[in-house]
């Protein structure tokens, strides 16, 4: 009887995961259409506002990227 519970458990568990993932799955497939429409249409432009493709340092993209200008640190002294 244990088994049986036990079985009808893990098949519950196994639809439950298949029916999560087909929803994302959808989920995703019409974001990625809605935006080819969107391009199509001219609504949304095509690599405005991407991240570059790698930063200066060759890094995996956790360093900063380095400024065009850079910082003046000011000296501040304080009251003895």
């Known amino acids: 009887m244990f088994a049986l519970f036990l079985f009808a458990a893990f098949a519950l ?3 439950l995961t ?3 993932l087909a929803d994302s799955g959808l989920r995703w497939w019409s974001a990625f259409g809605m935006l080819r429409m969107r391009l199509k249409q001219g609504y949304a432009g095509a690599l405005v506002g991407q991240r570059p493709r790698s ?3 060759g890094s995996l ?3 900063r990227a380095r400024t065009a200008n850079p910082v003046i ?3 501040t002294r ?3």
Do not use: P
């Open 18 to 20: 298949v029916a999560v």
């Open 78 to 80: 304080h009251a003895a």
């Open 61 to 63: 993209g956790y360093a």
């Open 73 to 75: 640190r000011q000296t």
């Open 13 to 15: 568990a196994g639809l």
């Open 55 to 57: 930063l200066a340092e």
